[in-house]
């Protein structure tokens, strides 16, 4: 269709793979346009980051994957993005850490549901909750189609991985007491400041990061993992990101 | 097609509003994917700059109105996204300058060039040029579909107005010792750094503010525009821009 493709020249060229992975999820129905534009949102912070994966969002990690681990039913919620961006990571890790995957839509139509579903379990996932075949539930408190959980997944999991959140919810999970841990881009987000461990990194690059760490961790003792958990101050963890963020503008400004 | 739409009580609705005239932009065939995306970047740091016209764009506008009131031959090149978000105001700017309006797409499809013109016409434009119907030059030493303008319009003019511009453009521009205005929300990028006067705004704010202004200086004498222009840095401008945003992060951290 398009007559050139982007220049090899261009200076933003692994920003714009990572685009390409989020247009093709689009053209296999799997992301909407709202997606789309929420991908740019995350560009930007992504670029003022450095588009690295910074030592605080590695703690973050760290403290992430001991409180998976600690889980007695953890759950991935998977959405449009993650699925187009990264299924293969969601996959890998839901083996080493045990836990459910489940897909959460907020512009839900059965299609999409389907396309990512299958893209999930090609990816080599056994089973995939929220895909209104079993009974399902409701997040109390919620307007928007992301409060119709799995009964069997979010509904009843103690700890939920929410990569690519909206803010509504992850306050909403919280209010039921479950532990939140989001992967997101801005450290100023009502989703960064609601959860119970936020890690400030692009997702394409957290998970894989994910993985290797919860193959660590899963040799430590309990009580080890625990100290991670009780060691790590989110709020503070945030204030060094948005740090790291002042930080590259002050450079990029030279 | 989606089960529901956003909630009313959602905290970003003027956001989700612009986002809509995007997505049937999208719909009508102006907007590509990659726009969405560039788009998403965009609404980032108008989140940081607070949604609202700055007294800093303000200072910007008053240049970027002077230098076009003052320039014998000003073109206003259009993008999908402007298209999309902003035909009407270009229209109404371009009668108030005495300005050409250009069709210039990166991502150039015949198909995108004739929805795009269509628009603008619907919405008062007289002539659109850069439509391949006439002849066309090449803008020297640029690489993308860009590159390619109309030989009586921007390659002629000696100021170009350039809302959502990319950064290798501006800069070929400059080097055809051409005033450049660019509008953008990223006070760090090329563009910005690279054009005459670098509006710190949405395009969506500045160009109907733009109007407002061209009409009042318009009754001004050239040596009163010439001054403005004069007293204009754009480097400080867009320090002051880079300021509000770090004061903005500030506000949200709280």
Redesign the interface.
Known sequence: ????N??S?H?RAKSLYI?EL??NG?KNGMV???G??????????D?LLGEGTTETAYTAIKAACSLLLLADHPVISVNGNVAALCSKDVVELSHLIDADIEVNLF???EEREIAIEKELKKMGAKKVLGTRSGGSARIPGL???RRIVDQDGIYKADTVLVPLED??RTEALVKMNKKVIAIDL?P?SRTSKAATVTVIDNVIRALPTMAIEAKQLKQKKGQILKKIVNEFDNTKNL?ES?EI??CG?NA??R
């Open positions: 269709m398009h007559r050139t982007i220049p020249s200076p685009r989020l247009v689009f909407v346009q709202e789309l534009i929420a991908h740019g949102r995350g560009e930007t912070f670029y512009y839900w139509t307007q928007s189609e803010g509504d801005n100023l204030s948005l963020i002042r503008m990029r400004q």
